[in-house]
DNA sequence: TCAAAAGTGTTAAATGTACACCCATGG
DNA sequence: CCATGGGTGTACATTTAACACTTTTGA
């Protein structure tokens, strides 16, 4: 069913969806040393957002937000987080809904919930940036990557959601060291140099670390394996390449 | 307006509330070392459940889960934190809801979004457990301390959500140690010996620590004020009493 | 004067930080 | 053979952990 259809659903049907609850994906990415976020322009609405979507009334918030990311990357398998839920009264621009309705040519009574204040619950996605291809949606007329430095004025309170989304990134960076493996391969190609590692962390946290210091470290959390050298070109010493242990359990 | 009357205007008006959300909240509070847990049994229902409610329409979250505390507690001003959000499908048990409309004699019709599964938001608070005395509400037939290591079969899935919010406040304690002063001096009294503040932390986290070592960190943070020594009555040295700092600022 | 519990000091290990030096690479 | 940038070793400082000793209190 797609997702046109389900709108136009509203109006026979008020039970597909839990009303005025709304689920947004932070979707991080990293690409030539920035920390990237993929934001959406919704069609007749001049104004970019997070993507997001509804909570079906037979769906758990989890299984929403996978949703999202579904239709969104094409991935599934994806390191995923809810991060925190947004309510505030005035968090909504009531005028965002009506645009974007008028503009899709589906009309709704003006007490409908669409118009009303949302609860939105935060997820953030790590994704693979070279993995994704943004391409517009059948909702959408733009989708892009923007650097997290960079944010143009976005939907909602949706500046605020990112702001949060990424106080909790790196507060999982600081505190999460030994589940790297999890979350920062998410972030990487397959194979990446110890540099690459580094600049991750740097950009991610905004500072900046020994290179020796930085490197014992990771090494002596073990998840690293050391693959061949790899030859960039350059007139320097080849990097090693590594790759994280877990990743060849998943290769099986 | 009192709770009863609210519920009465389910049938009349759809609008008071947004509709299969509502809030809960984990109470914490510290007693003769032990962590604990406030929670009520609603009236006609035979189970014990995490004190929470709706959200009005005009109200943010936040303020719904103050309100909430102030009805349990009667206290304004406590220590707050959202820390998840649970919407799983099948985290309700439908029977709950029927059997406490029954009993408070309030008929709602079968498709009332109050018989579906609800999505909601968790709030732990801290509170100082002797200001409160555990009374039952309007519309709880009893109020109590529970231990954190002996809850009982809990309604939903509140079981988790504690654990949940367990899992949070040892997180907060283990990197948040420097904002102490706001958090810790919501689970004590005004003044509290050295040993008091070791017992706390000591329970939460379930770990020990050296007398000494912990002292001296402590004192390194610089957030305690050493007052008079408290006796006793016991044969042996009398401990000093501390207060926070922070705590002289707000009695001004 | 003794046991109990609190306060304070001292040392060793572990960790973090900074710097120095060595090695490989292409021009 | 030189500049560049990655790899590795070493010394110092700081923090953490463990233990020992001293002080105060009521019996």
Not at 213 to 240: D, Q
Request: aromatic share 12%.
């Amino acid at each position: 069913m797609d997702l046109n259809q389900k709108f136009k659903d509203f109006v026979s049907s008020q039970d597909l969806y839990v009303p005025q609850l709304s689920v947004d994906c932070v979707i991080f990415g990293f690409h030539q040393n920035q920390l990237k976020v993929l934001l959406v322009k919704t069609a007749g609405v001049d104004i970019w957002a997070l993507p997001g979507g509804f909570v079906e009334q037979n769906e758990g918030i989890d299984e929403a937000a996978l949703h999202i990311l579904k239709e969104r990357t094409g991935l599934t398998d994806i390191y995923l987080e809810q991060f925190r839920t947004f309510g505030h009264v005035d968090r909504g621009n009531p005028e965002f809904m009506k645009d974007y309705l008028n503009n899709i040519g589906i009309e709704m009574p003006d007490n409908h919930w669409i118009f009303r204040r949302f609860i939105s619950i935060g997820y953030y996605a790590l994704v693979n940036f070279s993995l994704i291809t943004p391409t517009p949606g059948e909702m959408t007329e733009a989708s892009e990557w923007f650097d997290i430095k960079q944010l143009p004025q976005l939907a909602f309170d949706h500046n605020d959601i990112i702001e949060k989304a990424l106080d909790t990134l790196k507060l999982m960076l600081d505190t999460r060291l030994n589940t790297m493996d999890r979350w920062a391969a998410s972030l990487l190609p397959e194979t990446f140099t110890m540099i690459d590692l580094q600049n991750l962390f740097e950009t991610i946290l905004e500072t900046t670390f020994h290179r020796n210091n930085f490197h014992r470290k990771m090494v002596s959390l073990e998840l690293l394996e050391k693959l061949e050298k790899k030859f960039t070109g350059a007139s320097n010493r080849a990097p090693y390449l590594y790759r994280f242990k877990s990743r060849i359990a998943d290769l099986t």
